[in-house]
Each structure stands twice: as structure tokens, then as C-alpha cells.
């Protein structure tokens, strides 16, 4: 368990970014569409559409496109997004897989950055490759087998962060719902420890137990989330990053709530 | 009449006064703090007990609905959060906390209900004291608004603005709630009790309450005194009462002494043990009107006698600040945006201040998204004059002090975010109470019948048919009235019907119930399948079109019918059975299947309840 003695930062806030960049201490992640970045992104960030991830993310790709963002073991990696940190999230814990061990999320979404009037340019920054190596983390991904496995022990809390009309209509047996929107406030992507830790004590979401959150289909969601558990110091979180999707094509039991017509309260 | 005249003569200078003035860029803010932010932590902790089984299911009960948290069908997991607005006053950023709030614990939408209540349906139970804590934040609380307390105390969305109303009462309803709120005498109730405090009578609901207000000016000696014509014991239920005038006026000073007499008899003779019978309207009904208004006197002599002078309301007579928010950019709108003419008739009322209309917002049965809210609350900061909103009686908001030249551009605005379309305050807006979508004591889908009826009406422009205006349809999903079906020209209530085996979803209909100068509750006419609801309020319309007199409204023809003065073809309920028996037939489950579907849902119908929480 070498990540006990990692930094249990999460976030990285505006002003400490700010400064790393000055210092030239830092790689930015920009996790929008190629088009969004062009056209202005946070000064010196690298451009990584979470499509372009997702079209292959098997840790020897990962690996390829962490190294052309001249990442190397060490230097602090800052990912953000404007989807309130949701695929950011994604991205960030990727590299946590592979073994990257200082990244973090900016605290904030582009949108605010911007609104806040700090700086942001177009321009693409030169990179040169960097050499990075391979320590893949398994601690923190669940598959569907292993999930199916975890589930029949008592002290596995598995969390599903889609939307509360989703979880009612269909959700994997046995899952909470704590939908993504809960985890942030207006203008930060995740609550303060303080709020984080009280909303997670209600909900019984606390101590040792291990924890597996999932959401719709490629773990953006859950990512935003497993990164909420971890700000509060719970140890041993995993992201079932094939999330629901899977689970249906898999054609594995679904549960929902019954006897009732909630969508009908909706107003969409 | 001086006064009267005298009052609105005021208000116009009041007007012209702050129009003058610059708009400040802070929106209005909520001068009442509701809130208290303790009870957040409280309710954490009381659940966790209950959870750890140190709480009896009976006193968590209790405790969660005294804090306006409801059950919800099927299940012990999620609860309903009712969120009082007290005289039915939001803010903006009032709003757009209640935004924040449906997506973050509840389904992305929130719920306007009847009684100026904004609800959070399927609220995880352990989320609950989350919402207290937003709610703190700015200044709401849902403290009392379920239980046996003063619910909330409504007041008319036209209150202030009303042409035909002697004063504006509603800093007295704003008064009323703040003296019961948390206060020892209304924490044990034998039942909930409502007070509905209104504008006129035209636009009241003050027979249909446990006490209700009209407000009145006397004049005595050349000078005009304030004070209310009060109605007790009235009701909609299981079983509806109309309540009874107490006197002819009843001065300011004695409302406050009114209302504690009222609720101390109430709380000493009231039924604590039949729970089905236990709200005041039985107690009065059952005594006698005579005996409990004497009562009611002798009582408020002895409070009169005996309260501390300390002991009052305190009503807050400050006016409103009225200032017509300035236009930032001059976006003149060059044609009239589609619609328009239509929206503004069916949606919109003239004020008694000249120049001002009150904008009331048509939703589908109550229910608005997270993001529609957040509109709307910058929809009040660019458009109302008095910076908030005000709940109506109907499911639905109203944003007044709206400039006449600032009408199209605000349509315009709600047309962005699908908040305008027509017919709020048209028979096209039926009432439907929440239904099978998460009540426990539900039997139909009440409350996406009201959806389906109003996309079908509007479809059909029935909104725009005068005749059909003053009329209104109201549903419940069971015997309950929360749909206040007793009251509406057409009404209907829930429930099973069968064919030999199979179920299907049934509405008791009742027709000439109102609630305006002449309140009577509906009478009971025939049994309709949920998906022939449709078809026959359309037959009904047919008939009345058949055999109207030239200046007949749907409401007037039907309260002929229904008490008996009618001499056309159609004389009575009766009449109109017949014509519509064959509409209603059922058809075998092989040729119709869906005939035995409710809304919403598409596995076989059976009725199926849990327990109530009324009488917890």
C-alpha cells in the first residue's frame, strides 16, 4: 500500500495552481473537446478529450499518451473540465491506475475559472515526451466479476451516483443512490471535507468498509465521486469504471422500485 | 368606500414614489427568517437512532412529520420534504436554493402543491437533514408543514393587488404564521390545523378550511376600522364540511384572541381517538354550529381576559417596496412572439395598481425542474416590481407588479425555458394530487391524468373558449381530497374498478363543487374508467354547448343542474348520466388492454396501499 504515503490532496485550488504554473512546477490537463480547447484553455495545458481516452484506455495506451504529455513519475498532474469535474474525474484516476502518484482535480470547472477573470489563452504549449513507468494500481478498479464477488460480503457499501429517477427505475441489487449533483456546491466541484464527511456519516458511508461506486456507463460520475470518498480519507474506495452499462449487457440482475410511477412527477 | 378608495389612491403613490428611484442591483430579500438551523442536526441524530432501533416507529413518526417529513408509497427509505412558504411569498434566491436542492436529493424536479407548499418528493430519509441545512441557508423551513399543527397559513396570490378587496391581509397571514410556528400550543393538536387567510371572495378558499379569512373594513363613527369576516369548521376530506361565518366582523385586534380560542377548543374537545374523524370540521359539525360558536365566544372572552398584553401579533404594515426592475440593454422585441395574445389572456390579471398585471405560470400539475426554477427566479429579478413571487391555490406561481410594456419580453423569457404556455387560470389546468408518483394512500395515477388532460385541452385551445374559463377540474387518487375535487366544477377520485377478474383504474366524478361566495361541494354523478376521463369531460362540454343560454359559463349551466333550476332538456345530474352511460362501458381485456392500464404504467393494474400518516 505504497499510497498511504502519497499526499491525500485531492483538489488543487485556483491560487496554488496559478502559482504552479508561474513556477513551471505543474502539467495542466485540459479534458474538454478538441474544438473548446483550441479556441482558450488555462495557460500551458495540454489538451486530453476524455473521448480520446476512452476510445482505448488499456494501460499501455494510457501509458503511451501520459509520456507525449511529457509527464514523468514526479511531476504534479492538474486535470480539469467544465462538467462539473465529472470526467476531469475520469481522467485523473486513469493515471491513478497506471500508477501515477500526484494527480489531482482542479477545484473548480473552466466555466468558473473563466468567470472569475483569470487567465486562459489559446496557445499549445511545445511538449517533449517523458519517460513514465507502469505500477498498475488494481486496489482501485472493480470489474463486474469482482463486483459480483464483493457483493456477497457484508462490509462492501457499493454506491450508484446516477440520477435519483435512474437509480429508482434500475440499479445493480443492493446499491444507495447518491446522486453526482449531492457531492458538489455552486462553484467548487466537490463540498468542503467538513460537509463531504457529514453528508457521508448520515448515509452510513464511513469507517473501513470497502466501497464501489458506479454510475451510467464509463465512470465519469463515479470517478467524481470516488475522488468525494477519498477527500474524506476512506481507504479502500473503488471505481467500477464499466459501470451500468456493462452490467445490463452482461445481463446481470437488476433490481428498481417498485409500485410506484415517479416518473410521472418529473417535470422533463 | 373612502378608505377603500383612500387605500388604493396610497398605493399608487406609493408606486409612482419608488419608480423614481434607481433599482438596486441586490434582488429583494426575505424579511422573515423561518429557519432554525438546529433542528438540522436534531433530525441527523433522530434518524440515526431510529435507524439503530433506539427510537419506537410511532415516535419517529411523529417527530419526522412535525419537522415536514412525509412518508412515501411502498417504502421506509424515502421521504417527501413539504417546504412551507408562508402567505405563499418565495424569493429568487429562495428558488434557486429549492433548485439546488431537487437535484442534489430529490428528482430533479420539485412540486407546487395546493396549500403554497413547494415539496421534495424521494428524498432518501438520511438526506433530510441535508435539506434542512439548505434550506437554513435562506431562510425556509418545512417545520410543521405535516403533522397535527398549524400547517401553512396561505394567503390569496392576489392579496395586495386584488381590484376587489378592502385591505391587504397579507402581513397578517405572515403574523399568523410566525406566532404558531414552533409555538407549544399548536404541537399536539388532535389533527393538522389549516388557516387560509384570501383577498375577496372571489378568489378565496375560506369555507374549505379550518378557519378562513376575508378581509373587511367597518366603518364606526366616520372612522373605517380593519378586521376580518372569519369562517370555522369547513374542510375537504374523506368527508367535506363548508365552513360557518363566526360574526359579521371581527376586528383586527381580535384575531389573534379568535385564533387561540379556536385552536384551545379544538385541542380540549377535539376527537383524539377516531382518527378518521378527527379534524375540527367533525367537532363542529357534530356539536352543532350554535353550540361550538358560543364556545368560541366564551373562550375568547376568557383569552381576551387573560392573555399578556405581550401576547399579540406582530404585523408588519410596512408596504413593499415597489420598483420596476431597469432594463439593461434595450432589446425591443420586433414582432409579437407566437402566442402571445392567448398567454396574456388566460394567464395574466390586471392589478388595482394601474399599469400592473399579476403573471401566473401554467405548470402540469405542479411540478417544475430544477433548471426552470432557476429561470424563474431571474425571471423575478428582471420583471417583478416587488422582486419575489407568491404561490397560487392551484398547483401553481404567480410573479406580480409586472409592468404592462414589459409583458412580451417576459413572455418571451418563458418561452426560452418553457414556462409559457397558456391557460393557467383556465379549466385547462386541472389539479391532480401526486398519486400513485409516491402517496401511500393512492389508488390511480391521479396526478399524470391531470398532465394528460391539460396536453390534450391545450391541444384542443379549450383555454381560449370563454365559456370554459371559470370552470375547473380537480383530481384525487383516493377518497382524501388533496386534489380537491369537491370543489371543482368537474372533480374526480380514485379508485379500483373490475371486470369479472381483471381491475382497472376508476374516478368517482362529481360535478357543481366551487368554492367562491357560493361554496357547495360537488355532487357525486358516475363512476369513470381513468382513460374514458378524457372523452367524457369533452362529452360534457358538448352537452353544455348544446344547451347553454347565451351568456352561460360551463360553471353557471352546471350549478343550475345541480340545484335543480334548470329547464332545458338536461334538468339534471341525472340527465347528464344518461348521455354519458354509454361512454363508459367496459370493453374486454382483448380488445382493449390499455382500458386496464393506469397512466404511467404499463403492468396490470391492481389497487394496492400502504398506511396513511395523516392520523399519526
Known sequence: MCRLTESDKITTDVDSLRSEIRDKSVRVIDVRRKDDYKQDHIPTAVNLPLATLLSDDSPERVLKLVTSMGIDDDLPVVVYDDTFGALASRVAWTLEYIGHSNVTLLETTYGHWKSLGLENDSQIPDIQSKEHSLHLHSEILATSDYLENAKTRDNVILIDNRERLNFLEQHIPGAISLPYRTLATKDKILRSKEDMKRLLDNRGITGNSEIITYCGSVGTLSGLAYYALKSVGLPNTKLYVRSFKEWKNLHKPTEKQEDASYWDLSAE | MSKIYNQTKRNFIILTVFDLKQSAPDSAKPKINWARIEEADNFAKTVKLFRQGKYDEDSFRRFRLQHGAYGTRMTGDYAMVRIKLPAGEIYPNQFEKISQLSE?????????????????????????????????????????????????????????????????????????????????????????????????????????????????????????????????????????????????????????????????????????????????????????????????????????????????????????????????????????????????????????????????????????????????????????????????????????????????????????????????????????????????????????????????????????????????????????????????????????????????????????????????????????????????????????????????TLKSWIHRIVNGNEDSKIKSINDIKKILEPLIISPTKENDPDFYLDYGSDTSYHTKTGKGECAA
Open chain 2, 104 to 552: 442534489q436529493y430529490s428528482i430533479g424536479s420539485a412540486h407546487f402543491s395546493t396549500r403554497e407548499n413547494i415539496q421534495l418528493h424521494w428524498v432518501i430519509l438520511e438526506d433530510v437533514s441535508e435539506i434542512f441545512r439548505g434550506l437554513a441557508e435562506v431562510g425556509l423551513t418545512s417545520r410543521e408543514a405535516c403533522g397535527n399543527s398549524v400547517r401553512n397559513v396561505m394567503c390569496s396570490p392576489l392579496s395586495g393587488v386584488c381590484p376587489d378587496e378592502e385591505f391587504d391581509s397579507t402581513p397578517y397571514a405572515l403574523a399568523t404564521a410566525r406566532f404558531f410556528l414552533r409555538n407549544p400550543m399548536a404541537q399536539n393538536l388532535p389533527r393538522k390545523f389549516k388557516f387560509n387567510f384570501t383577498c375577496c371572495e372571489k378568489h378565496g378558499m375560506v369555507r374549505m378550511v379550518d378557519v378562513g379569512l376575508i378581509p373587511q373594513i367597518r366603518n364606526v363613527d366616520g372612522s373605517s376600522q380593519r378586521g376580518f369576516k372569519i369562517f370555522l369548521g369547513g374542510g375537504l376530506g374523506n368527508k367535506s364540511y363548508i365552513g360557518y361565518q363566526l360574526e359579521e366582523f371581527t376586528p383586527e385586534e381580535d384575531l389573534l384572541y379568535t385564533s387561540i380560542a379556536v385552536m384551545r377548543i379544538f385541542d380540549r374537545l377535539g376527537d383524539r381517538k377516531n382518527l378518521a374523524r378527527n379534524r375540527m370540521r367533525y367537532l363542529v359539525n357534530d356539536m352543532g354550529w350554535e353550540k361550538f360558536q358560543n364556545l368560541v365566544f366564551k373562550e375568547r372572552a376568557i383569552v381576551r381576559a387573560t392573555q399578556s398584553i405581550i401576547t399579540q401579533l406582530e404585523v408588519d404594515l410596512i408596504p413593499n417596496e415597489i420598483k420596476r426592475p431597469i432594463r439593461i440593454s434595450d432589446e425591443s422585441i420586433a414582432s409579437t412572439p407566437d402566442g402571445f395574445a392567448r398567454w396574456l389572456k388566460t394567464n395574466t390579471v390586471k392589478q388595482s395598481q394601474i399599469d400592473y398585471r399579476s403573471v401566473f405560470i401554467t405548470l402540469e400539475a405542479g411540478d417544475i425542474t430544477a433548471s426552470q426554477l432557476n429561470a424563474l427566479s431571474d425571471i423575478i429579478r428582471e420583471f417583478s416590481s416587488e422582486g419575489k413571487a407568491r404561490c397560487g391555490f392551484v398547483q401553481n406561481v404567480a410573479l406580480r407588479y409586472v409592468h404592462e410594456d414589459d409583458l412580451q419580453r417576459m413572455y418571451s423569457k418563458l418561452l426560452e425555458v418553457g414556462l409559457a404556455k397558456s391557460g393557467a387560470l383556465t379549466m385547462t389546468a386541472p389539479i391532480g394530487c401526486s398519486g400513485t408518483t409516491s402517496c401511500n394512500l393512492a389508488l390511480t395515477n391521479s396526478h399524470r391524468l391531470a398532465k394528460e388532460i391539460q396536453r390534450k385541452f391545450l391541444e384542443l385551445k379549450l383555454d381560449e373558449d370563454d365559456d370554459l374559463s371559470d370552470s375547473s377540474i380537480k383530481i384525487s387518487g383516493c377518497p382524501n381530497s388533496c386534489g380537491q375535487h369537491g370543489i371543482a366544477t368537474i372533480g374526480f377520485f380514485g379508485g379500483g374498478g373490475r371486470v369479472g377478474k381483471d381491475m382497472y383504474p376508476n374516478y368517482q366524478m362529481s360535478l357543481g363543487g366551487r368554492s367562491d361566495g357560493d361554496t357547495m361541494l360537488g355532487l357525486t354523478c358516475l363512476r369513470i374508467p381513468a382513460k374514458r376521463v378524457i372523452p367524457v369531460i369533452l362529452k360534457i362540454i358538448e352537452i353544455f354547448k348544446q344547451n347553454k343560454k347565451s351568456d352561460d
